[in-house]
């Protein structure tokens, strides 16, 4: 809270934190745009995901990972690009071309790929001996169901491998994995999951305003959201605290 | 205009003006996001809401208010901030915040809470004394429907309590109020309205292109307009002047 | 490719180029945000269009066309402009108009007004002597079909005419001309015009990401794209080389 209220708001974790992170989605903002971001809301923000193979494709890539990285976030590259990597046999080149981004930071997926998800937690292994991993359980294909116990039995099996967080995947499009096609929450997948694995491990992908306002009404202020587009993330914050009409009657004393 | 035609565009009102008003959402520009929009499109714009409780989060506001004042902008902090003091019996506290913000407009609005509507009133009458009040009916809830007689009449009496504007409720998403679910208009409430409230004492919520088409083609280039997105400003203006496909043969001579 | 890469991907054309064009649909740009784009993207853009009558309204215009130039960047207004002088009878006023902004690309379109074909292609004859022309063939209106075959006669007679290319409509919303109201691919349309139009003679409109998807998967990774907003610029980018989710199957070695 950057004003001094004269009354009580929910109390918000601050960073570094285990839950109540924010996770953006950059997706090719120039660093000037990023400047923008982080010198107004970067208090706010956790994690910063250079979607899919955007960052291939993005002049002054080290620079605004430099600058990000100088404030204190956490970047990495979106999971997508290490499937592109995996899925060719490249992965001893996916690892150096993580550090010639002086990324520390990396996510593990297989949205995108079959993939045994004995090698998957290999990855994570190898991985989380020199960097933080972040792994994501979800398809982005809509037409592959995962059924709840697998899910929950797979995000505990990443935690086990060294993740740092898992991620339920549900796209920039927020239709998929934890979601239907119109974007409503699977309600029970996301109990079973909870059944299995601490909430605050798990990063929630909630793109649409309507998916950040379940997971807070439902797991409170301090529940972890992803895929947060960089213009939403303190629109997000007023979800979080009930200065939104959504979320107003929420946190009334 | 700032290039010469060699024919005529319907006539648009000039700052300050009564209407033809085109009210802008900010929900956390950064300043030089702000500076972006009021150096290239500063002359179409007349108000700047800082929407919901986006303010408090967001860094450096008082350099963003100074820069909105210094380009002769009203600028104003959303109703559900108001709210927000008021539900906790903070109404005082809430004239300290505004003025130790610098702002001269203020917003009441009665969306997410009940509000005995001769307590809404006296609110608007006591911050009228020493600021430029807009006060918006409707609700934020899609459930509660209100008479469009009652609508009416509670426009008319915040007019006469102080109210500079009267603004028509319709949220971020543009689906409530003055809209069904699918964000078309009301008509017969806003026809309603109109038959006891002059038009250019009103600011109707417009964020879809469709709702902006509608209110054009119905009421005239110089109907006024409110949250309208940042980069939607100038394509809000072509609209006006029939130089976008979908008012283009509603202002040819 | 800023980056290099232990693997193939496949091949882009590079500017100038005949197919692989992305166009931008700019529609009231700040010269910085014109600047954020293309220092970020810019290798990737070939045509920036001034969207519909927002030139007329921005600031700083000269400026702005200015810098796009000294980019390598093909600039035009929209064919709206274009049209509203036209309807008007003032078509040598918009040969001035043109000339005035020192652009050298102009569209020639009839989306908005009826125009006889034969008359649209003089105008693209007399532009076409000292511009690049780019016209565009279907109509704004979702009422309004053509037929499959008149179509693509249209677009072999501007072609004829001396157009550079042709552009395939959808406006900003993705809805008409080549798609439906659901902004779904007429496939039906699109392989009627490329028995008669060789593909790399047309830019087809295509906002929405599923149907920048749809196209690729078609026509491959050097399609010709257009109205592509500028933000979408990298992340297209990452669907015509198969390093977003969406394609990533189909550029496999």
Request: with cysteine; glycine share 6%; hydrophobic share 40%.
């Amino acid at each position: 809270m950057l004003i001094e209220l004269p009354f009580m708001l929910p109390e918000r974790t601050s960073k570094p934190r285990e839950n109540g992170i924010t996770m953006v989605m950059d997706k090719g903002l120039s660093v000037r745009e990023a400047e923008d971001m982080i010198h107004t809301a970067g208090h706010l923000v956790d994690f910063v995901k250079l979607g899919f193979g955007t960052s291939l494709f993005t002049n002054n890539l080290k620079e605004k990972i430099k600058f990000y990285h100088d404030n204190h976030l956490n970047v990495y590259v979106g999971g997508t690009l290490f499937e592109a990597f995996v899925i060719r046999n490249k992965f001893d080149d996916y690892r150096k071309f993580i550090k010639s981004l002086n990324l520390t930071t990396v996510e593990v997926s297989d949205g995108s790929m079959e993939m045994h998800h004995d090698q998957k937690c290999e990855y994570i292994r190898t991985l989380a001996s020199e960097n933080t991993v972040i792994s994501e359980v979800g398809s982005k294909d809509a037409d592959i169901n995962i059924a709840p116990d697998a899910w929950a039995a797979m995000m505990q099996k990443e935690l086990q491998s060294g993740s740092f967080k898992v991620i339920a995947e549900a796209r920039e499009s927020g239709t998929v994995g934890i979601y239907d096609p119109k974007g409503n929450a699977d309600v029970a997948l996301i109990h079973k999951i909870l059944e299995k694995v601490p909430v605050e491990q798990i990063i929630w992908e909630a793109p649409l305003k309507s998916q950040q306002v379940w997971f807070i009404k439902h797991f409170g202020t301090n529940i972890n959201l992803g895929n947060i587009a960089p213009n939403e993330v303190i629109a997000l914050e007023t979800l979080r605290t009930g200065l939104r009409g959504d979320t107003f009657h929420q946190f009334l004393p």
